[in-house]
């Protein structure tokens, strides 16, 4: 079955600050929907989304927090009206992994599988990358991430290769969310993404980060900071983090003000021989 479109913003009504007084006005908001996961008929997850992609977002879910280890263990994957329903080729593999996985409530505070990072491979990828490529992907990524121009309301991320095509773009409530979209992307293309990179509006705290490595995305650039254990992780395992890029004349919203920077500006924190 194919995934059904569905608006992912409405129309409310507001009371808006304007010179000192309230105003009625309009804003448009993000549509959050509750999306169940089931998998050989067991309830795995409930997830809060964005309505769309949600095809991809599910299978990046169960890649990224190890429920399966490619496409080819998937048999059917549908969505329907009453969530995501997935046939994997072995039954009893998710009850296993389930006893086998831990959860802990990750820093955008909800429940996530979580496994070891010392399961993780080492990325191996000549990916280069010359500065003002990332800032040309990150600028790219802002100009067509049209929900967030529309609500504010959500992360974007996009899939871009090696010569800096856009592949991908996504946006949702969560930005675990958006790498999950990404990554199911990519495995229903059969992409190679050792030859990709990910520019991203989230922080890239350890759970990001390890997704990313588990794709083996040899770099991922955000505009905003990374954790220590981000770092520890992705030091480890030869992935490329960039932070806080910030191209001139880019703007940031905070306190109901916008921020122009007048100087370009990025923070390489590791994996910098990407970079040219």
Do not use: W
Not at 80 to 105: P, Q
Not at 128 to 141: D, S, W
Not at 186 to 206: E, I, P, Q
């Amino acid at each position: 079955m194919a995934d059904k479109q569905m608006e992912t913003a409405k129309t409310f009504k507001v009371q808006r600050l304007t010179g000192g007084k309230f105003i009625p006005s309009e804003s448009r908001l993000v549509i959050e929907k509750e999306l169940p996961i089931y998998v050989n008929g067991e309830h795995l997850a409930t997830a809060s989304v964005v309505p769309s992609m949600e095809k991809e977002f599910v299978l990046g879910y169960l890649f990224g927090q190890g429920f399966i280890n490619s496409t080819g263990e998937i048999r059917t994957l549908d969505i329907t009206d009453k969530g995501a329903m997935a046939i994997l080729s072995k039954e009893a593999i998710v009850s296993s992994r389930k006893r086998k996985t831990s959860y802990r409530i990750v820093s955008g505070g909800g429940r996530m599988a979580y496994f070891e990072s010392s399961t993780l491979s080492h990325i191996r990828s000549d990916l280069k990358i010359n500065r003002q490529e990332i800032f040309r992907a990150m600028n790219t990524l802002f100009e067509n991430a049209s929900l967030y121009l529309e609500t504010e309301g959500v992360h974007a991320a996009a899939l871009f290769d090696e010569e800096i095509n856009l592949l991908c773009i996504v946006e949702d409530i969560g930005r675990h969310n958006t790498l999950d979209k990404i990554i199911g992307y990519a495995l229903l293309h059969n992409m190679d993404c050792t030859k990709t990179f990910v520019v991203s509006t989230g922080r890239m705290a350890s759970e990001m980060v390890m997704k990313i490595c588990r794709a083996c995305i040899p770099l991922v650039a955000t505009k905003t900071a990374i954790t220590n254990e981000g770092l520890k992780i992705g030091k480890k395992h030869g992935l490329t983090i960039i932070g806080f890029v910030r191209d001139a004349g880019s703007k940031m919203h905070t306190n109901m003000e916008v921020r122009v920077f007048k100087k370009a500006q990025m923070k390489i924190y590791t994996g910098a021989d990407r970079v040219l």
